[in-house]
Nanobody, 127 residues
Framework: QPQLVESGGGLVQTGGSLRLSCAGS????????IGWFRQAPGKGRAGVSY???????HDEDFVMGRFTISRDNAKNTAYLQLNSLKPEDTAVYYC?????????????????????WGQGTQVTVSS
């Protein structure tokens, strides 16, 4: 059964950093575009950053260079480095995988384009 498992969340002060990981199990992430999404308390889930199979990336406007998405295909893992965290970044962060069908630069940004989802990891930023 294909699974994505996030880790690395936690409690951090304003201005702090965290590195989130998304490990694939039963699924070869190299064949997938990866997206990170988040759901803040009382809000719907929204996109954060995305990376194609060939390493092309795209961030939502609010990221403003604070977050960096990356992937290590040899480790079957994707990452989201969170820097300069703000209280408004408090949310459950999810990774998701979208099959590329051999289009290595495929870079989906919509949730319905993602097929596999992790269970989420909580990030809490204190003021």
């Amino acid at each position: 059964q294909p699974q994505l498992v996030e880790s690395g969340g936690g409690l951090v002060q304003t201005g702090g950093s965290l590195r989130l990981s998304c490990a694939g199990s039963g699924v070869t992430l190299e064949k997938y575009a990866i997206g990170w999404f988040r759901q803040a308390p009382g809000k719907g889930r929204a996109g954060v950053s995305y990376i194609s199979s060939d390493g092309t990336t795209h961030d939502e406007d609010f990221v403003m260079g604070r977050f960096t998405i990356s992937r290590d295909n040899a480790k079957n893992t994707a990452y989201l480095q969170l820097n300069s965290l703000k209280p408004e970044d408090t949310a459950v962060y999810y990774c998701a995988a979208s099959p590329t069908y051999d289009s290595r630069n495929y870079l989906p940004t919509l949730q319905y384009e993602y097929y596999y989802w992790g269970q989420g990891t909580q990030v809490t930023v204190s003021s």
